[in-house]
């Protein structure tokens, strides 16, 4: 975060040429500002600010969250995800505070895909950035809204899910059309039943039961 107070101000030559400081958070004013998706996280122990001889305040907090993001998985495994992470501080009107960023979204996606694990089921593929300003009862509140776009490594899946389930509807053919008397027919039958139920059963482990449609590999 880096806001300016012109109250904060000092002349280098007066203080030894001190230019900057450090300090405590809590003993200057900072935007307070809200993970909008936050539902959990784990806070540092860094709350200290620098303070510039012009009045530019820096305050640099890393924190882990988890966040609330709404999944499509209609084409699981060969889906892409996009989830919000919005940043607003309702405290203070749009009149008093306007956030805004100082990255473009190109700089924001280098630095994220330099911190992102590569080798995690998701891909981090693209993140765009929107700024706005929120009406709630009658008053503006300024936002920022990182979009992000995930594309799911599907790798995993066709080796243990896909693969298997084809291969049961070609045996189930095999045995249906071939050349085997109607019992052991029925006992096949009743085998590739119980398998697919099975891998029915990991599916419905692996995918969230929040989303509107179903995957396409669950339905048939």
Same mark, same amino acid.
């Given at each position: 975060q880096e806001w300016k107070n012109t109250l904060a101000t000092w002349d280098p030559q007066d203080f030894c040429n001190i230019s900057k400081v450090i300090l405590p958070a809590d003993t200057y004013?900072?935007? &307070?500002?809200?993970? !909008?998706?936050?539902v959990n996280g784990q806070n540092s122990n860094l709350d200290y600010m620098t303070i510039m001889h012009n009045g530019s305040f820096n305050s640099t907090q890393p924190f882990q969250v988890t966040l609330t993001c %709404?999944?499509?998985?209609?084409?699981?495994?060969?889906? +892409?995800?996009?989830?919000?992470?919005?940043?607003? %501080?309702y405290l203070h009107p749009v009149t008093d505070l306007v956030l805004k960023v100082r990255r473009t979204p190109a700089e924001m996606m280098k630095d994220s895909q330099s #911190?992102?694990? +590569?080798d995690g089921e998701w891909k981090?593929?693209?993140?765009?950035?929107?700024?706005? +300003?929120?009406?709630?009862?009658?008053? @503006?509140? %300024? !936002?920022?809204? #990182?979009?992000?776009s995930m594309e799911r490594r599907p790798m995993l899946y066709?080796?243990? !899910?896909?693969? &298997? +389930?084809?291969a049961l509807y070609l045996l189930d053919l095999a045995v249906l059309f071939g050349p085997s008397s109607l019992e052991e027919k029925i006992n096949f039958q009743i085998a590739i039943i119980l398998g697919s139920s099975m891998?029915?059963?990991?599916?419905?482990?692996?995918?969230?039961t929040s989303s509107?449609?179903? &995957?396409?590999? @669950?339905?048939h």
């Open positions: 004013w900072s935007p &307070p500002v809200f993970i !909008l998706e936050r %709404s999944l499509v998985i209609f084409k699981f495994p060969f889906d +892409t995800q996009m989830c919000n992470v919005s940043i607003a %501080s #911190y992102f694990l +590569t981090f593929t693209n993140m765009s950035i929107m700024e706005y +300003t929120e009406e709630i009862d009658d008053e @503006g509140f %300024s !936002l920022v809204t #990182y979009v992000i066709i080796l243990n !899910l896909i693969l &298997p +389930t084809c891998l029915a059963v990991i599916l419905n482990n692996i995918l969230p509107n449609k179903p &995957p396409i590999i @669950g339905t």
